[in-house]
């Protein structure tokens, strides 16, 4: 009898009593021998789908077979909890691995604000790690279940402070680790950690003020 096989998604494999018989997700024979034959179906991401069809003499086998998607999304919505200033882009690892996808950027009242979606993403647990100079990173498990779609919403913390500098008079150069930055008044976003400054004029009559000042996590103080 005639047995013909369709599937989707197209890139199906078609396998019948364990011989692949099908190309790009179909199968038809006009003459199939009776008896049973056991059906496979799978395709990349998609749930196999297994059965036994029974061919009889002159009584065609017509199927259709839709296979379940294996798959879901990661939408990414974060945002940094304090402006930086900075307009550097996170970089973005699924289970470890690097991901070569251009996260979307805006400004916000509070800082930025950084989106992108994964796309065909297998199911099951995965752990998604973003990392964004001057922030804490941000490490994440997630479970993506067939069609679904898991968001990633947690904020980026700030890991640097702000300093305020002054001076009298006002107009001195600014020097911070080695590095002139400005003239005062400044204010600037600092790493934390130990830092060294040097407030100095050009007019002769003032000596420079070199000093030593820590910056602590998310602080703000005036020098």
Same mark, same amino acid.
């Given at each position: 009898a005639e047995v013909k096989i369709t599937t989707s998604p197209s890139d199906s494999e078609i396998r019948l009593n364990g011989v692949r018989v099908g190309k790009a997700g179909a199968y038809s024979k006009k003459q199939q021998s009776a008896g049973g034959y056991k059906l496979t179906v799978s395709a990349p991401l998609h749930h196999a789908h297994e059965e036994t069809i029974f061919v009889e003499p002159n009584k065609p086998v017509l199927r259709q077979i839709n296979l379940r998607p294996a798959f879901g999304r990661i939408e990414i919505e974060v945002a940094t909890e304090l #402006? #930086?200033?900075?307009?550097?882009? =996170? $970089?973005?690892? %699924? #289970?470890?691995? =690097?991901?070569?996808?251009? %996260? $979307?950027?805006?400004?916000?009242?509070?800082?930025?604000?950084?989106?992108?979606?994964?796309?065909r993403i297998p199911s099951g647990e995965h752990e998604v790690e973003l990392q964004l100079a001057r922030f804490n990173t941000i490490v994440k498990k997630v479970r993506v279940n067939d069609g679904e779609t898991a968001v990633v919403n947690d904020p980026f913390s700030a890991r640097f402070g702000q300093v305020k500098i002054t001076s009298d008079p006002v107009g001195a150069t600014v020097e911070i680790d080695g590095r002139e930055v400005g003239v005062t008044p400044l204010e600037r976003n600092l790493d934390v950690g130990n830092h060294a400054l040097k407030i100095s004029t050009d007019t002769g009559y003032h000596r420079a003020k070199i000093q030593q000042f820590f910056v602590a996590e998310q602080s703000s103080q005036t020098i």
């Open positions: #402006d #930086d200033g900075g307009t550097g882009q =996170p $970089k973005l690892f %699924l #289970d470890g691995a =690097p991901v070569e996808t251009v %996260l $979307k950027a805006e400004r916000t009242s509070s800082g930025r604000r950084f989106t992108a979606a994964l796309e």
